[in-house]
């Protein structure tokens, strides 16, 4: 029953290139939606795009411009004609210091992707679906959108920041058809963690009581969940998929 369960549907992903962002454009195009495949990497984006074929569209977006958002929408609407599911997941590590001597430049680029572009991208979504009688948004925050994280002080605030503005927006847009909710997944092994060290890595696994990190392909599981119809009532929510890790 879910293999077409998104069939007419067109969805945006944001960072779609790779990650969190590729299972989920993959696992939604499965289910049947046709999937822009934003990233700010046009390369990934066209490889994503190019594993999903026709239903697929390559985009080149960065989050953290508005124009680039708000014409990542407009040019859904032109291509698609509409727009019902938008997965802003889009977002970046950033420097690892304590938070006293944190960069300012570092601080300036974690806020800027992880939590103003997805701001940016949530209005103009949420004008798009609107027109069209509503939609389904989720927004990607982290475990670290509810406790904190040492050395990590600009990820931890925009994921806090992520689940405050997916809360709001859901408010406000119940009566209109417009779910908006946000995912806290646990430590993912993707390319994010790449430029973390290797004690990093080792530890972080063993702070999870499951023993290991998640799986891309786990946190896509609960976004198709989320945007589908069987996820009706679930809205202005914040759902953690994290081995157990926040339970501590
Ligand atoms: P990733 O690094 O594998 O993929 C992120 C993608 O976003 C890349 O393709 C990158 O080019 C793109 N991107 C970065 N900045 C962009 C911008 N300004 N505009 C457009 N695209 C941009 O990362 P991953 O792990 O898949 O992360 C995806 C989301 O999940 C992020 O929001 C991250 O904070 C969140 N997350 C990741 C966790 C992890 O442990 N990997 C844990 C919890 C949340």
Redesign the pocket.
């Known amino acids: 029953m879910m293999d077409q369960e998104l069939a007419g549907k067109v969805a945006i992903v944001?960072?779609?290139?790779?990650?969190?962002?590729?299972a989920t454009a993959l696992l939604l195009a499965r289910r049947g939606a046709k999937v822009v495949v934003?990233?700010?990497?046009d390369s990934?984006a066209e490889r994503v795009a190019k594993a999903i074929g026709e239903d697929a569209m390559a985009y080149a977006?960065?989050?953290?411009f508005l124009s680039?958002c708000g014409e990542m929408v407009r040019h859904t609407l032109g291509r698609f004609g509409r727009l019902d599911i938008a997965v802003n997941?889009?977002?970046?590590?950033g420097p690892q210091a304590l938070t006293g001597d944190y960069p300012i430049d570092g601080w300036a680029q974690v806020i800027?992707?992880?939590l103003t572009?997805v701001f940016y991208c949530l209005r103009a979504e949420i004008q798009a679906m609107l027109a069209t009688g509503g939609g389904v948004i989720v927004n990607?925050?982290?475990?670290?959108g509810s406790v904190g994280f040492p050395q990590a002080v600009a990820?931890v605030a925009a994921?806090h920041g992520v689940v405050g503005m997916t809360r709001t927006a859901a408010i406000e847009y119940a009566r209109q058809g417009v779910r908006v909710n946000s995912i806290?997944?646990?430590?993912?092994?993707?390319?994010?963690?790449?430029d973390a060290d290797q004690e990093v890595i080792s530890g972080v696994s063993a702070l999870h009581p499951v023993g290991r990190?998640?799986r891309?392909e786990e946190?896509a599981e609960l976004v198709a969940f989320l945007v589908s119809d069987r996820a009706s009532n679930i809205t202005g929510s914040y759902l953690v998929t994290g081995g157990g890790y926040t339970a501590q």
């Open positions: 944001t960072g779609a290139g790779s990650g969190i962002g590729e934003a990233d700010r990497d990934a977006v960065d989050v953290s680039s997941n889009a977002g970046i590590g800027g992707v992880n572009g990607m925050a982290s475990i670290l990820y994921k806290g997944p646990g430590f993912i092994d993707t390319p994010l963690l790449a990190m998640g891309a946190v």
